[in-house]
């Protein structure tokens, strides 16, 4: 394996909380247009929307207790 002819570029500083927070908005619309929708999508695209949104909130409670928000 060849060396790298340049030195890798620094890790990006990314707001990891504001990610997630916009993930979880977009999940949020994603189940009010299916509920808007009714009988006429599977319950299974309903109930992921819930799940990914309960994920979510885990998720950003683990990051604030871990302290990296």
Do not use: H
Not at 18 to 40: H, N
Request: net charge positive; hydrophobic share 55%; proline share 9%.
């Amino acid at each position: 394996m060849p060396a790298p002819s340049r030195p890798s570029p620094p890790p990006l500083q990314v707001d990891t909380a504001r990610v997630v927070q916009i993930g979880t908005a977009l999940w949020a619309v994603a189940l009010v247009v299916l509920l808007v929708l009714g009988d006429r999508v599977d319950q299974v695209w309903t109930w992921t929307c819930v799940a990914a949104i309960a994920l979510a909130v885990l998720g950003l409670g683990i990051m604030r207790w871990q302290g990296q928000r």
